[in-house]
């Protein structure tokens, strides 16, 4: 009996997981997702920008899918994506809307 109810629990802990999902955007910062890069314009581009806005500002790297800005648990990898649009891999708080990145990689060009 007592193999039985832990199997149960087992399957029921995995089914409550979240999914792991695949998001497309821009990596930008939280000061500028939103309203854009030219009210700060930080440097000469956009990536520019994001990166002087986490390194000088205090703020984060996201990601914006166009309309929603996602937080991201990574916060070294965006740096070498900043600007770029992207990949990210991981699994969603729909609360926070922060994603808990797997990965990221580029996105292919279409």
């Known amino acids: ?18 999914a792991t999902q695949t998001f497309t955007g821009i990596i930008t910062d939280d000061m500028c997702a939103l309203a854009g890069h030219a009210s700060m314009r930080m440097g000469p581009t956009d990536a520019e920008c994001a990166r002087a806005c986490v390194t000088t500002h205090g703020a984060s790297y996201v990601l914006l899918d166009g309309k929603n800005v996602y937080g991201l648990s990574d916060q070294k990898t965006p740096d070498q994506w900043a600007g770029q649009k992207v990949k990210v891999v991981g699994t969603l708080d729909a609360k926070t809307k922060a994603i808990q990145v797997q990965s990221i990689t580029a996105a292919s060009a279409r």
Do not use: C, D, I, R
């Open 1 to 18: 009996m007592k193999p039985l109810v832990a199997l149960l629990l087992a399957v029921a802990a995995l089914s409550a997981a979240p």
